[in-house]
């Protein structure tokens, strides 16, 4: 039903990520399958109607997704029947009456940054081989630049300039921005490639972090990284690498670090994005102030 297609205009076109695009071609099939029932048969995305759209909302609500969640899913219907519209496959879409549940405020989860620096600083956390040496790098990157996931795994080794002491990352939409590093991370980087070129690797990627045998190294590699160094040093249950973006942002905030060279910083679209921030910097004021002012109890 117009499904490849549409994954070709957001893959080739719009050039969303890898993990956009696999989003919207998995919250695409599961709607369908959805729609694959012996009472419900739909020949062509134009008898598609907002109340197949609200039954599988509802479907979901039994599955206790959250809201989040469903509203990323509708978010993608929305995009596909806009993009059916546009190519006049339909004549209306049917997601224009569709009403989303509302979402929670949520504050940012961040690790404490004393710990955190501690544990970097510590001589007895990472080996001295390639691989803790690796690590390292991983939690140094992405607490010392906050950038994502994604750019982290796209970095090369032509991206890094030492001599300028800056990172270039490609980010979402394909925008590329220049993060400066600080003087340990440029350190850290200069050891990491001397130990990265002497090491035998079955495989020789061009890719900045790479496995235990050369080859690129992949989400799930990282995620496991973030997660065990964050065990020693924190007991909250969200340990990722977005938690360190998180970290990154919060920390300039709270040492008066300007918010629009903030959101430059983490490649945010716009200064919205960047503003829940604020919101972690004032519950930390909250707490200040109740600690220490004689009236604040």
């Known amino acids: 039903m117009f499904l490849?297609?549409?994954?070709?205009?957001?893959k080739y076109e719009k050039r969303y990520s890898p993990h956009t695009?696999?989003?919207?071609?998995?919250?695409?099939?599961?709607?369908?399958?959805?729609?694959?029932?012996?009472?419900v048969i739909i020949a062509h995305p134009s008898e598609v109607t907002h109340h197949h759209i609200r039954n599988w909302m509802v479907e979901l609500m039994n599955q206790k997704l959250t809201s989040r969640s469903i509203n990323r899913k509708v978010a993608t219907l929305r995009k596909y029947?806009?993009?059916?519209?546009?190519?006049?496959?339909?004549?209306?879409?049917?997601t224009g009456r569709i009403q989303t549940p509302k979402?929670?405020?949520?504050?940012?989860?961040?690790?404490?940054?004393?710990?955190?620096?501690?544990?970097?600083?510590?001589?007895?956390?990472?080996?001295?081989?390639?691989?803790?040496?690796?690590?390292?790098?991983?939690?140094?990157l992405l607490f010392g630049t906050g950038m994502r996931l994604a750019e982290l795994l796209g970095i090369?080794?032509?991206?890094?300039?030492?001599?300028?002491?800056?990172?270039?990352?490609?980010?979402?939409?394909?925008?590329?921005?220049?993060?400066?590093?600080?003087?340990?991370?440029?350190?850290?980087?200069?050891?990491?490639?001397?130990?990265?070129?002497?090491?035998?690797?079955?495989?020789?990627s061009l890719k900045l972090i790479v496995t235990n045998k050369g080859a690129?190294?992949?989400?799930?590699?990282?995620?496991?990284?973030?997660?065990?160094?964050?065990?020693?040093?924190?007991?909250?249950?969200?340990?990722s690498p977005h938690v360190l973006r998180h970290t990154f942002?919060?920390?300039?905030?709270?040492?008066?670090?300007?918010?629009?060279?903030?959101k430059d910083l983490l490649g945010h679209a716009s200064l919205s994005a960047t503003q829940v921030y604020t919101h972690n910097s004032v519950e930390r004021l909250k707490s200040i102030y109740k600690q220490a002012h004689p009236k604040a109890n």
């Open 249 to 262: 942002a919060t920390s300039l905030l709270n040492k008066g670090a300007d918010l629009n060279a903030i």
């Open 156 to 204: 090369t080794e032509a991206d890094i300039d030492l001599y300028e002491g800056t990172v270039k990352v490609l980010g979402k939409r394909n925008k590329q921005r220049i993060i400066p590093l600080n003087r340990e991370l440029q350190q850290l980087l200069q050891h990491y490639l001397v130990l990265k070129k002497s090491e035998i690797f079955d495989n020789n």
């Open 216 to 239: 690129d190294a992949y989400a799930k590699m990282v995620y496991l990284i973030v997660h065990k160094y964050l065990n020693y040093i924190s007991t909250q249950d969200k340990k």
């Open 21 to 39: 695009v696999a989003a919207y071609e998995s919250d695409l099939t599961q709607f369908y399958q959805f729609l694959n029932h012996p009472d």
């Open 81 to 94: 029947f806009k993009f059916l519209l546009e190519n006049q496959h339909i004549t209306a879409s049917p």
């Open 4 to 10: 490849e297609q549409f994954i070709a205009y957001i």
């Open 103 to 140: 979402i929670a405020k949520q504050l940012p989860v961040v690790v404490e940054e004393e710990k955190l620096s501690r544990m970097l600083d510590s001589d007895h956390v990472f080996e001295a081989d390639f691989k803790g040496v690796r690590n390292k790098l991983v939690i140094e």
